[in-house]
């Protein structure tokens, strides 16, 4: 229920903002590789510009447990320069407990979600063609999240890192 809630209201935050808007969207696609959340740990991550200073994105990979997975909304300055300030917000996993058994050689783990929120730096090619970024994400753990790192020895980070290359 909680995923079906955040989905309809990423959809209602995309339609007003389009409607936001006067300039047609701009139909670019980026697709890159990258470490962090926004990428699902290590994976891939797909973006969409809705205009010249809003985009969407999703990712997937893999978290050092299991596959890991994130979408969300870019909000970038407007600027010519080839850096580009950006915030984002995002709804996915953001946090893994990694359990491992013994007998067995790779662990297993739970995935546990909730928003995510953050910003960083884009550094764009001159043709604006392909870009990398960096960014410091800020995780809202759940109650559940919240419960099970009481009964772990894990004590996770507050601030979390990205990075990728986009094309």
């Given at each position: ?18 409607a ?48 890991g997975?994130?979408?969300g ?39 546990y979600?909730g928003?995510s ?51």
């Amino acid at each position: 229920m909680r995923t079906l809630t955040a989905l309809i209201m990423c959809i209602w935050i995309f339609g007003c903002t389009y409607a936001q808007d006067g300039s047609a969207a701009n139909s670019d696609f980026f697709f890159g590789a990258g470490l962090g959340l926004d990428h699902g740990g290590l994976g891939v991550r797909i973006d969409g510009k809705v205009t010249e200073t809003v985009g969407i994105f999703a990712g997937a990979g893999y978290n050092l447990a299991t596959v890991g997975w994130n979408a969300g909304l870019l909000y970038r300055q407007r600027t010519q320069s080839q850096r580009r300030p950006y915030v984002t917000a995002m709804y996915g996993y953001n946090m893994v407990i990694l359990t491992t058994n013994p007998g067995r050689q790779s662990g297993t783990g739970t995935n546990y979600y909730g928003p995510s929120f953050g910003g960083g730096v884009e550094f764009w090619s001159k043709e604006r063609t392909r870009f990398i970024h960096a960014g410091l994400l800020f995780p809202v753990r759940s109650s559940d999240a919240l419960l099970a790192l009481r009964w772990s020895s894990a004590e996770p980070w507050p601030i979390l890192l990205s990075a990728g290359f986009h094309f």
